[in-house]
Antibody, heavy 115, light 110 residues
Framework: EVQLVESGGGLVQPGGSLRLSCTASGFAFSDYEMNWVRQAPGKGLEWVAYMSISGRTMYYAGSVKGRFTISRDNAKNALYLEMNSLRAEDTAVYYC????????WGQGTLVTVSS | QSVLTQPPSVSAAPGQKVTISCSGSSSNIGNNYVSWYQHLPGTAPKLLIYHNDKRPSGIPDRFSGSKSGTSVTLGITGLQTGDEADYYCGTWDSSLNAVVFGGGTKLTVL
């Protein structure tokens, strides 16, 4: 069974940093592209970042470019999102999703940016 | 303001059919595959349709997708109360080098 489990969310002050993790199981993680997607309270889905199978190609939403970094460790079946210079508008549930068609999603981890 | 445009809400009675539209442009829907997702609050979004009209295994044939030019449509027949959810279209935008979603459509089964 394919499983994606996000962790690392929590309360952080504006300007602070946080690192999210997504642990994959039930499939060959190293064979798939991965994404981060978020949903702010009361809002729709917003794509955040994409990473290719090799890890050499990354794309970011304009709203996070220069502040967030996506990475992966295929040996650990893990995807990461390093978030810096956090703002109140980054408050959201963050999901990891498999491949560009987003065939599988995790349950999400809540990030709250507030003083 | 989302790159892809969906109606904010649709509604229909149990057993009836509903369609949800999603319009974009040549840089996204017009030249890339589109997916549809079902999202119930507090749960993981679920892929319903990929490659415009393909259903993943386990998705009933009550759900269908179609594409015409720069628009796509999700159809749901035999509506059930359990279908009440938010529905999103999504695709790659070749000009933005980004995944783009519609704003979401809330389905109410009356």
């Amino acid at each position: 069974e394919v499983q994606l489990v996000e962790s690392g969310g929590g309360l952080v002050q504006p300007g602070g940093s946080l690192r999210l993790s997504c642990t994959a199981s039930g499939f060959a993680f190293s064979d798939y592209e991965m994404n981060w997607v978020r949903q702010a309270p009361g809002k729709g889905l917003e794509w955040v970042a994409y990473m290719s199978i090799s890890g050499r190609t990354m794309y970011y939403a304009g709203s996070v470019k220069g502040r967030f970094t996506i990475s992966r460790d295929n040996a650990k079946n893990a995807l990461y999102l390093e978030m810096n210079s956090l703002r109140a508008e980054d408050t959201a549930v963050y999901y990891c999703a498999r491949e560009l068609r987003m065939s599988y999603w995790g349950q999400g981890t809540l990030v709250t940016v507030s003083s | 303001q989302s790159v892809l445009t969906q109606p904010p809400s649709v509604s229909a009675a149990p057993g009836q059919k509903v369609t949800i539209s999603c319009s974009g442009s040549s840089s996204n829907i017009g030249n890339n595959y589109v997916s549809w997702y079902q999202h119930l609050p507090g749960t993981a979004p679920k892929l319903l349709i990929y490659h415009n009209d393909k259903r993943p295994s386990g998705i009933p044939d009550r759900f269908s997708g179609s594409k015409s030019g720069t628009s796509v449509t999700l159809g749901i027949t035999g509506l059930q109360t359990g279908d009440e959810a938010d529905y999103y279209c999504g695709t790659w935008d070749s000009s933005l080098n980004a995944v783009v979603f519609g704003g979401g459509t809330k389905l109410t089964v009356l």
